[in-house]
């Protein structure tokens, strides 16, 4: 029996998906910490970040410097499969316009990030509200950090009831600001490096 076919989509979908939980898995204590020193404020916790691995290895143990993997790994692996499939499906239709510096790679980028952020940004933003639990919670961004339970489903409710369904998209534009330039940037990066490799014969 000739096996079924997976979309070209779908594949998309999926190698992007377990890529995206692989590297937010080995490099989410950097983003904690990250996190973390941004939500100092002017009460400093952390002198540097050497100290803050310090401290927060001694107050919170190996398990502090993963706080709220669980919401990274869940976000990051519908965005990068939301990404990458939405961009190989939408760059097709562009990739007949005639864009300056060929930018339709950009273009595509940007819609592809605002449509993956646009969907993933609540398990975003209950990461980094987790990623400030602890010990030290009271000292961050002014005390003004509420105190959660465990789980990204509760804290995602806690939130519901207390900011309204409003609260999960707090600093979405913001977000977006930030992710499509970035995107097109890479993208058209992505683009352009790999049409060299082809024509000087590196690449397939």
């Known amino acids: 029996m000739t096996p079924t076919p997976i ?30 020193l941004a939500a100092q404020g ?19 143990g190996l398990p ?3 706080r709220g993997v669980g919401a990274g790994v869940a976000q990051i692996v519908p965005y990068m499969g939301l990404f990458f499939s939405t961009y190989e499906t939408l760059r097709p239709l562009l990739a007949e316009l005639e864009l300056p ?3 339709g790679d950009a273009t595509v980028g940007v819609l592809a990030s605002v449509a993956a952020k646009t969907g993933v940004f609540p398990l ?12 030290a919670r009271e000292r961050f961004a002014g005390g003004g950090i509420p105190l959660y339970g465990k789980g990204v489903l509760r804290v ?19 977000g977006l600001i930030k992710a499509a330039p970035a995107s097109a940037v890479t ?18």
Do not use: C, H
């Open 7 to 36: 979309p070209d989509p779908a594949t998309t979908f999926i190698a992007g998906a377990f890529a995206g939980a692989v590297a937010t898995s080995a490099t989410y204590p950097l983003d904690l910490l990250r996190t973390r």
């Open 42 to 60: 002017t009460s400093k916790i952390y002198a540097s970040f050497l100290s803050s691995v310090r401290i927060i290895y001694q107050t919170e």
């Open 64 to 66: 502090g410097f993963f």
């Open 101 to 103: 510096f060929g930018s």
């Open 124 to 135: 975003d933003l209950i990461r980094k509200r987790i990623q400030v639990q602890g010990p």
């Open 156 to 174: 995602g409710k806690e939130i519901v009831n207390k900011e309204g369904w409003k609260g999960l998209y707090r600093g979405l534009a913001i």
């Open 187 to 204: 993208m058209w990066t992505y683009e352009r490096t790999l049409k060299e490799l082809k024509e000087r014969g590196v690449s397939d």
